[in-house]
């Protein structure tokens, strides 16, 4: 018998068989009947927010794009009343490269946007935050679901960022980034964003291409429902996305204008500020850029 924590082995889908099971590392199981490699999770203590976060994303996004991310087999606690010990247990994908390439760069450009396409049933549908937080990096994310993206983008994820950070430059920047250019950049959508579920933390590290079907995947997220275009913002910062990408997204979501640019500006400030937050160093830089850029903007707008 594999040597499998207890947490996982009690909460095993019941169509798994333990002695179907051998362990491939720490973390994998390789389920023999059906060639299926199962990827573990145990969480323990200030860890168990983060990992029941990343369960519930990946569930909320395969709910939308069941090919572009890892199924969710099972996740939950230990003790529903403690909560001081959490597990996951999920499809693992077996990466075979980047996905840089223009042909997968245009198919993961469709099947984000199809993912962004998916309206949720629940009663949170027309509201903007998630049921559990989640973590975006270490960060954990203020979820508090709000009827207005304006209100939700500027308090649930700039604010918070710039007072956890502290830093002077930074709160002077932001007092007068949420006075002008916020309302013209977040009020100005039209229609009005929907809230769908977003990947939140859409770098080209958490994309991978899977080598069973050679279709690009993405994980690692800090899900919650948001404005599709927000989760383009982090990927003009550090790269790894083509025009291909851009294309096929948009031929399906066409650019949310008046000032498409500027609101992409926008949603990659936080996570330059959340850079900084958790790195210090150049990215402060980065973030302050990014709002002076965004203040010289709104007041050429008067």
Known sequence: MP???????????????????????????FHEPTQ?????KVARGKDVPQLIGEAEGLQAMGSAAPALVPKIYSFGYDDPQSRKEAYMISQWFEMAGSCRDAQHQRELGRKLAEMHRYRPEADHKDRFGFGVPTHCGVTEQDNTWEESWNVFYRDR?????????GDPAISQSWEKLKRRAIPLLLSSIDP?????????DLWSGNVGLDAK??????FDPAS?????????????????????????????HPKCEPYYAERQQLYELYHHLNHTLMFGGGYRSGALRLMKSLEAWADAQE
């Open 157 to 165: 994820r700039l604010a918070d960022l710039v007072r956890s950070i």
């Open 3 to 29: 040597t499998i924590p207890s947490i996982i082995l009690e909460h095993l889908p019941s169509s798994i068989k333990v002695s179907d099971l051998k362990s491939r590392s720490g973390s994998l199981l």
């Open 224 to 252: 919650y429902y948001g404005h599709n275009e927000a989760d383009l913002g982090i990927t003009h910062m550090f790269g790894g996305f083509s025009r291909d990408f851009y294309d096929a997204y948009h031929q399906i």
């Open 213 to 218: 079907t050679q279709s690009p995947v993405i």
């Open 192 to 200: 009005p964003p929907k809230p769908v579920i977003l990947h939140g």
């Open 36 to 40: 299926t490699t199962l990827f573990t």
